[in-house]
């Protein structure tokens, strides 16, 4: 089984500023994807970043970074210059690279950017 | 990216009625979706896997005589919510999996039970 948390429920950050929002990850699987989305105050789920497991290299899209530490099992979101319009829901997930498997999410960090 | 639609986007019902929410995978086809449900200010709970031409999967405290699943087709899954009732108020949102493996999430439905 896979397990997701994420201990900060909410978060605030100066406009400009960079945020780390955390995330630790429990699973038996050899192979997994992580995976971070952004649930804005609509509720669409929009998908920002992935990390395989066997990647070596941390995944990296625009102004989103994952710091991957697989020891640790930490899967970190980076936010740089943060943006008013980045407040939202941050939700971490995984899934195994086995098959039609669902994801598994965290409970999430609100993240709020005030100016 | 691949898109996956949801209707309706939201639904008001009285208490008893049943309500169906379709799922549609529209440029791809997605032999396994999932649906999940999420309460206020909670994270997404797998409710249960569907998958075409075969019986549903639930997740365990997920009564399958309320939450009916059809998968009909490689492109739709429907959830018909059953006599629903004040607490079945949620937000049911549907993902689908594409043959190369990625997950893409519908933009969900807003379901409120008076």
């Known amino acids: 089984a896979q397990k997701i948390t994420q201990t900060q429920p909410g978060m605030f950050v100066q406009e400009k500023e960079a945020v780390t929002l955390d995330c630790t990850y429990d699973t038996s699987d050899p192979s997994y994807g992580l995976f971070w989305y952004k649930q804005p105050s609509s509720g669409e789920m929009i998908f920002l970043i992935y990390?395989?497991?066997?990647?070596?290299q941390n995944a990296t899209e625009g102004r989103y970074s994952l710091n991957f530490q697989k020891a640790r099992k930490s899967a970190n979101l980076v936010i740089s210059a943060s943006q008013l319009g980045d407040s939202a829901m941050y939700f971490c997930a995984m899934m195994p690279l086995s098959g039609n498997t669902p994801l598994v999410f965290g409970k999430g960090t609100r993240l709020s950017v005030i100016a | 990216g691949a898109v996956v639609s949801q209707h309706p986007s939201w639904v008001i019902c009285k208490s008893g009625t049943s309500v169906k929410i379709e799922c549609r995978s529209l440029d791809f086809q997605a032999t396994t979706m999932f649906w999940y449900r999420q309460f206020p200010k909670q994270s997404l709970m797998l409710m249960a896997t569907s998958n075409e031409g075969s019986k549903a999967t639930y997740e365990q405290g997920v009564e399958k005589d309320k939450f009916l699943i059809n998968h009909a087709s490689l492109t739709l899954s429907t959830l018909t919510v059953t006599s629903a009732h004040p607490e079945d108020s949620s937000f049911y949102i549907c993902?689908?999996?594409?043959?190369?493996?990625?997950?893409?999430f519908g933009p969900g439905t807003r379901l409120t039970v008076l």
């Open positions: 993902s689908a999996i594409s043959r190369e493996y990625e997950q893409f």
């Open positions: 990390q395989g497991s066997y990647d070596q």
